[in-house]
């Protein structure tokens, strides 16, 4: 799998959900290899967005499309400011992965000193994970090398995940999610509260 993150300041955000909405109908039957977009607007005015495909070839041929390059100039009227992107291949699906019925989508991103270790003690606990946190449906988990990864958690509903912030993990896995949550350093939250989702 590769994703391409999308990160921008947020000038109008109705016309920017206008915009997105708009690929579906208009893109989306010609872009092979897309399986699925998650994205969103924090309510501070922050854009982002995780565009999945099969690989980084069928990204790429996507975005030579000249219609493509013109619904994301529709897009960028929108933002405030420049838009980042991160290209990543590196990516290690959490129990269910990026799912369309989540009802709130939290997406980390930051720096680590083993992005590596973080993700293997994060996904080493399925079993223990689904049972202690049903409200988490599962996530996306991106290595973009240097030291860089975005996470995106998805939920059932944000008000199951904040009370499953509050409950105590097992013991059995308790070091290690504390140890995987020391190497996210310090980062940077977009809590998506009315997620785009989007599959084929």
Avoid at 131 to 153: F, H, K, Q, T
Wanted: aromatic fraction near 8%; hydrophobic fraction near 35%.
């Amino acid at each position: 799998m590769f994703i391409q993150v999308i990160q921008a300041k947020v000038k109008d955000g109705d016309g920017l959900r206008a915009a997105l909405d708009s690929w579906q109908d208009e893109l989306q039957p010609g872009a092979s290899g897309w399986l699925g977009t998650t994205a969103g607007i924090t309510e501070d005015g922050r854009f982002i967005a995780l565009a999945r495909f099969e690989s980084a070839e069928a990204a790429q041929t996507n975005s030579e499309r000249p219609e493509q390059g013109e619904w994301f100039g529709r897009v960028a009227q929108n933002f405030d400011g420049e838009p980042e992107f991160m290209n990543c291949d590196n990516v290690q699906v959490m129990l269910d992965g990026g799912s369309d019925d989540a009802g709130f989508v939290q997406v980390m991103r930051g720096n680590s000193e083993d992005v590596a270790r973080m993700h293997s003690l994060f996904a080493s606990h399925s079993d223990e994970l689904r049972s202690a946190r049903p409200e988490i449906i599962g996530g996306l988990l991106l290595d973009a090398g240097d030291g860089r990864y975005v996470d995106a958690i998805y939920f059932r509903s944000e008000e199951s995940a904040r009370s499953g912030e509050a409950t105590e993990p097992p013991d059995s896995v308790r070091a290690d999610l504390e140890e995987g949550m020391r190497l996210q350093g310090d980062a940077t939250y977009f809590d998506l509260k009315d997620p785009i989702l989007r599959s084929p």
